[in-house]
């Protein structure tokens, strides 16, 4: 372990597209990078190509692809999205704001849900993206 805690680096995630974990453990808490949809071969939820080559980008599947990605990231530590204290969203368009609280909320309770700030960027990482999460969550003792 590092002077900064432990690293966490899935092997079944998509890898970072520089020299971070997809997670840290420091003291009590978890600090999940942020995350996307991208799947491991590189590939992305919440993107439709038709057969013309016209591409159509999904937010409330995007949403919870990242979700899920949390999910299984925090569970390698032997916690779960109710250990969530709080997420910071970053939108590429608040025009998804809606779609992205559709799906958002199947996961998240106003009572128990982490607390949230959710914030417009001019780009992400790949064009297809639409939404990137990150999260900082509890561990179970």
Do not use: W
Request: hydrophobic share 40%; net charge negative; charged share 25%.
């Amino acid at each position: 372990m590092s002077k900064n805690g432990e690293a966490f680096i899935l092997d079944d995630r998509a890898r970072a597209l520089a020299n971070y974990p997809h997670m840290r453990k420091a003291g009590d808490f978890l600090f999940v990078s942020g995350i996307s949809s991208r799947r491991p071969d590189n590939t992305y939820e919440g993107v439709h190509v038709d057969e013309n080559g016209k591409v159509t980008l999904n937010i409330e599947e995007q949403t919870r692809a990242v979700i899920e990605n949390i999910r299984t990231i925090l569970k390698s530590a032997g916690a779960d999205l109710e250990n969530i204290i709080d997420l910071t969203v970053f939108l590429v368009d608040m025009k998804d704001y809606n779609g992205f609280n559709l799906a958002y909320n199947d996961y998240f309770k106003i009572e128990t849900g982490p607390t949230r700030t959710t914030v417009a960027v001019h780009q992400l990482p790949n064009p297809n993206l639409l939404i990137e999460i990150k999260a900082t969550a509890l561990c179970n003792k």
